[in-house]
């Protein structure tokens, strides 16, 4: 029977070869042009991404897709560069990994706040003023009291604290700490006298009557000198962050972009809440522009270190994690129980600003623990005297 093999069979193998030939041929000649378009299609990626981070960065309110993003872990935002380093590999474009790598690298430390200026100069005993924040609601006394008992701070002020003013202040981490302030959920404790004590009620823009309890405001006797210490918790936007995610409104950052439509409109209406949330910082900076003495700006701003809030905030005062602090300085969510547990945190929204009298010495939050904020300390030096 082998004999029977005839050039027709022979001839069959022959097309069968040939036929994978051209099916290589053409998926090599396929790979080739693709690898020719990948670099190109990479810095078009990488541009998008930087925009879209400028945006974030800049403008973070002006738009609901990157207000979203804004609240989300930096690594989301360069996303579409880590595609385009996967890409880079399987096609060899090594010049098209290099950009995807150093640019997605790039972004997220800036978008995080990455901070490279930690190190803490030491002072004499008195020299310096320690502070710590802490958003009191879910947290763990075991994290505040391991930070209070290790940094020893002359003034602590809480938020959503509210009826825990005796607990806390019966602490032993806070025994020095016996000038004390409450309204409301806000706490002071100080181991310095407290001059003057007052609520901070700020005009909530979205409505004409309404008022919005932003925080404290407490003037304190430092060694005699006068210091005003604003202890501040803005609006949370978490569960319309959540109503966000379920219902994918924050894709009408796209949809809405073109004027006179329905969407448009519709985008403007959600914007309308982020515009009032900007309005109570620039309400907060005239306050701060106003001040006599040296300025100690502490809480849960409820704001990462990005958009037009935190830049209104920053322009009249220092940022202590940004001037001495170390690493991202992420301070929340630190208690995650889903998969997100596997970034947590992610985001920093408690934070420290001093005036510009002020030498901004360190500035950080523990690491570890269970909390779902984590309390943030810094060590404050006037830097030039004071004559109140």
């Known amino acids: 029977m082998a004999a029977m093999d005839s050039p027709h069979s022979e001839a069959v193998v022959a097309d069968g070869i040939s036929l994978r030939r051209l099916i290589f041929t053409c998926l090599v000649g396929l790979w080739m042009r693709l690898r020719a378009w990948t670099f190109r ?4 990626t990488a541009c998008g991404v930087a925009a879209m981070a400028l945006l974030i960065h800049a403008q973070a309110e002006s738009n609901l897709l990157s207000i979203f993003l804004a609240y989300l872990p930096a690594w989301v935002v360069v996303l579409p560069l880590l595609a385009t380093l996967v890409a880079s590999f399987f096609f060899a474009c090594w010049r098209s990994a290099f950009v995807s790598a150093a640019g997605a690298l790039m972004i997220v430390l800036w978008l995080a706040g990455y901070s490279f200026a930690g190190g803490a100069r030491p002072q004499s005993a008195g020299q310096a003023l320690k502070v710590i924040t ?34 806390l202040a019966a602490l032993p981490a806070f025994a020095q700490n016996q000038h004390t302030f409450q309204d409301g959920e806000f706490v002071v404790l100080s181991r310095w006298p407290l001059v003057e004590n007052e609520a901070l009620q700020l005009h909530w823009p979205e409505a004409e009557t309404k008022v919005w309890r932003a925080g404290t405001r407490s ?12 202890n501040l918790h803005f609006p949370t936007p978490r569960d319309l962050l959540y109503w966000y995610a379920k219902r994918g409104t924050f894709l009408y950052g796209v949809l809405g972009l073109i004027p006179h439509t329905p969407l448009h409109a519709r985008h403007q209406q959600y914007l309308a809440y982020w515009a009032a949330r900007v309005d109570l910082a620039a309400q907060i900076a005239q306050r701060v522009r106003g001040e006599q003495y040296p300025v ?43 998969i997100g547990r ?38 404050l030096k006037l830097n030039r005297s004071d004559k109140n």
């Open 41 to 44: 299609i990479t810095l078009i």
């Open 134 to 167: 802490y958003n009191r609601g879910q947290g763990s006394e075991k994290v505040l009291a391991d930070c209070a008992v290790t940094n020893q701070p002359d003034i602590a002020v809480f938020q959503d604290a509210g009826r825990r003013l005796a607990h």
């Open 219 to 230: 003037v304190i006797d430092w060694n005699g000198r006068r210091v005003v210490v604003y």
């Open 296 to 338: 100690v700006l502490l809480g849960d701003l409820n704001f990462p270190p990005l958009g037009k809030g935190y830049a209104l905030i920053h322009g009249v005062l220092q940022d202590a994690h940004q001037a001495a602090g170390n690493g991202f300085g992420f301070t929340f969510p630190s208690n995650f129980k889903s």
């Open 342 to 379: 596997l970034f947590a945190p992610w985001i920093r929204i408690d934070h420290v600003f001093a005036s510009a009298q002020w030498e901004i010495l360190s500035c950080g939050s523990p690491s570890g623990g269970v909390s779902q904020h984590l309390p943030v300390v810094a060590e």
